[in-house]
T-cell receptor
């Protein structure tokens, strides 16, 4: 069985500061990992994904994440926060690639607050 | 840009009533999914659907739930006799084989009174 743990239900950073959202996973097979963002009253939008290959992946809006197998982590970072980054962020894992019939297992989400 | 759409955006129903939540997946996608998110909790997988049959379902997806693709565009989730604990946001998603991304709709907020 898979699981995802997101540390911190709320994270607050100042505009221009580094954003770090933590995600740890457990999986019995090599995982496929995803970060989704949800803006108010909208659906989940894919930020980035790790499937195979390069462990540092870059996504939209300046976000990136690094897959660290030894730490079972997939933390999301952005060097400089912008007010428009305020949203809910979800880490998710799949063992079937996320594009087949396998459902994604999500973390509880982290609400990112950007202070002016 | 193609997107997944869901209707209604908000549904209020009485306990024991049947509800049908509707989704229009992206037109060339072949895999379809339903997820739910109870307020304050994580997004949970309910069911996936491919080639007109259920591919995978979670333990949440019991006999009260059913899914259907009644035509070439819609994908529906039916809850036969709603319970208070069915109150949640329900998300539909779709994807294509070989593409490691599920595209999500905006969700339907179901409130059971």
């Amino acid at each position: 069985a898979q699981s995802v743990t997101q540390l911190g239900s709320h994270v607050s950073v100042s505009e221009g500061a580094l954003v770090l959202l933590r995600c740890n996973y457990s999986s019995s097979v090599p995982p496929y990992l995803f970060w989704y963002v949800q803006y108010p009253n909208q659906g989940l939008q894919l930020l980035l994904k790790y499937t195979t290959g390069a462990t540092l992946v870059k996504g939209i809006n300046g976000f990136e994440a690094e897959f660290k197998k030894s730490e079972t982590s997939f933390h999301l970072t952005k060097p400089s926060a912008h007010m428009s980054d305020a949203a809910e962020y979800f880490c998710a894992v799949s063992d079937g690639g996320g594009g087949g019939a396998d459902g994604l297992t999500f973390g509880k989400g982290t609400h990112l607050i950007i202070q002016p | 840009e193609p997107e997944v759409t869901q209707t209604p955006s908000h549904q209020v129903t009485q306990m024991g009533q049947e509800v049908i939540l509707r989704c229009v997946p992206i037109s060339n996608h072949l895999y379809f999914y339903w997820y739910r998110q109870i307020l304050g909790q994580k997004v949970e997988f309910l069911v996936s659907f491919y080639n007109n049959e259920i591919s995978e379902k979670s333990e949440i997806f019991d006999d009260q739930f059913s899914v259907e693709r009644p035509d070439g565009s819609n994908f529906t989730l039916k809850i036969r006799s709603t319970k208070l604990e069915d109150s949640a946001m329900y998300f539909c998603a779709s994807s294509n084989p070989g593409h490691n991304e599920q595209f999500f709709g905006p969700g339907t907020r179901l409130t059971v009174l």
